[in-house]
């Protein structure tokens, strides 16, 4: 069995290099018809946050396809995506539950290996009622070399438990590598819900956020962008996102001194994502706390809202309850 080497921020690897004008912006289009003009071994890094399939409503897109043909459509563009990474690249897949399992089928027999497959868990998650609220996201991790691939784990340590905890001498000063857990509220155990694993938890653009930017729903942390751009590409190495969306994928790769394009089928989002670049600059801090705990207060910390007092009939009795009505109402 081949020993797994990994890349620890030098040499960068050799790249076929693109056209300046493939670099530094979004390019208006089919993804798959877009990637095909690239050349063979050109992209270190992929990034891809596609539709979900799920019905939400894009302005050029539809969103509830047939599921033979979505799978498809998948095929099609994570084909071009394994075509156009260097031999030690990176292929990350942010995917909702619908199709998380279905997709890490499909990239393996492309040729990807999946190196971790990773939780986001996330706040403001969209209310359910008859359903436990999803407050998470599925993160793939894919190589395609499993024997030498690029990880700059020095560059995404945290501190360990060992080290803020225990005070054990035996901790490694230089911190641990990102593994997983379960929590449901981690403001409410400061040490509970380590950074140094691969359940992450970073909140959710919600639209009252400073950092969302308005004209797109779907929207990801700087900060849990940041952690994959500097685990798996160096600086000056090809950032691609094929479903650029809000831009915030290449804004990210821009501050952190990337070269980058993107994909969008958008003319709308193009054009608002294009104008978000021309505002980024290069070395300019991450939006969004670094320790995403910081992010929302513990509940001890929270403002509560007085108990409401029941409602009553004309007669002074309480109001019936009605069928489906919850215990609380809002």
Known sequence: MAKKT????????????????WIGRIHHG??????????????????????????????????????????????????QVHRILVSTGAFW?????????????????????????VIWYYT?????????????AHLFHFVKNPAVFTFNHMDIRVPSARQLVYGDKRADSAGRVPDDTWILRPQDIPQGFGEDEDTWYFPRVAGTFLERAGFHGCQMPEQLLGRIIRACSNEGDVVLDPF??????????RKLNRRY???????????????RL??????EPLTGA?????????????????????????????SPRKKGQGLFEE
């Open 6 to 21: 990994m890349i620890n921020a030098a040499p960068q690897t050799e790249a076929v290099p693109l056209d300046d004008s």
């Open 30 to 79: 089919d993804c798959v018809q877009t990637m095909s003009q690239l050349p063979a071994d050109s992209v270190h890094l992929v990034f891809a946050d596609p539709p979900f399939n799920i019905g939400y409503k894009y302005d050029e897109y539809d969103d509830r396809l047939d599921s033979e043909k979505y799978l498809e459509w998948s095929r099609q563009w994570m084909s």
């Open 93 to 117: 897949l942010a995917i909702g539950d619908e199709y998380a399992a279905e997709l890490k089928i499909e990239a393996q027999k492309l040729g990807f290996t999946c190196r971790s497959w």
């Open 124 to 136: 403001f998650g969209v209310h359910c009622k008859f359903k436990f609220t999803r407050s998470h």
């Open 244 to 253: 650029s969306g809000s831009a915030s994928t290449l804004v990210t790769a």
């Open 261 to 275: 394009l993107g994909c969008e089928l958008s003319q709308e989002y193009m054009a608002q994502g294009t104008e």
């Open 278 to 283: 021309e505002r980024t600059q290069i070395g």
């Open 290 to 318: 670094a320790d995403p705990r910081t992010s929302a207060p513990a509940t001890s910390e929270g403002r509560q809202r007085e108990p409401s007092t029941a409602k009553t009939s004309g007669t002074g009795k309480k």
